[in-house]
């Protein structure tokens, strides 16, 4: 018996902690990257690139991409298919660009959770030959399961960065 009210009471803490937290996320990571705005705008438009930096799409070189539309226009996408549980399968598709200074592309994740979140990049020129690039990415947390995205969420914020990091290297180089 107590292990059942230690059970209800485990539940309800849980949902209540839920209750408290947002129903919806925001993460951002940002880097300065020692090129032209218009450099870093090209590259960074382009999915094909994300092999390059993206860890999530290093993380399984095995992984299917497909890509459809014109590369770097609204309406382009690309598909991943990875036997990976941690990269899984889905789709980005850039849904609006304000160029050199803002994409917008909706990724919609199949595997292994179904979800559909924005993710941001905005680009603002400052002089010199550097350009600041910020990468939001934003979507619904709905309750309970927002409980669990606070210990999940601070991984994925960490990845960003490492994106950030790995995205001004190759432009650098490039």
């Known amino acids: 018996m ?16 839920a209750a408290l937290l947002p129903k919806y996320f925001e993460l951002k990571a940002e880097t300065t990257i020692n090129a032209p705005i218009q450099k870093v705008w ?50 980005q598709e850039i849904i609006s660009l304000q160029e050199p200074t803002k994409m917008e592309v909706e990724v919609r994740f199949e595997r292994p959770m179904k979800a559909t979140n924005k993710a941001t990049n905005i680009l603002v ?10 990468n939001i990415f934003t979507g619904k947390n709905p309750r309970p399961g927002n409980f669990i995205s606070m210990f999940f969420l601070p991984k994925v914020k960490k990845d960003m960065q490492n994106n950030m990091n790995n995205l001004k290297v190759q432009v650098e180089k490039a």
Do not use: C, H
Request: glycine residues 8%; neutral net charge; aromatic residues 14%.
């Open 2 to 17: 107590i292990i059942f009210y230690f059970i209800i009471w485990l539940v309800a803490l849980v949902l209540i902690i």
């Open 42 to 91: 090209d590259y960074v438009k382009l999915f094909e690139n994300q092999k390059y930096y993206s860890i999530w799409v290093m993380k399984d070189p095995n992984s299917v991409l497909n890509y459809s539309g014109e590369q770097g226009t609204v309406g382009a996408k690309q598909n991943r298919n990875s036997t990976m549980r941690d990269v899984g399968a889905g789709e």
């Open 125 to 134: 020129d400052m002089g010199n030959n550097q350009t600041k690039i910020s």
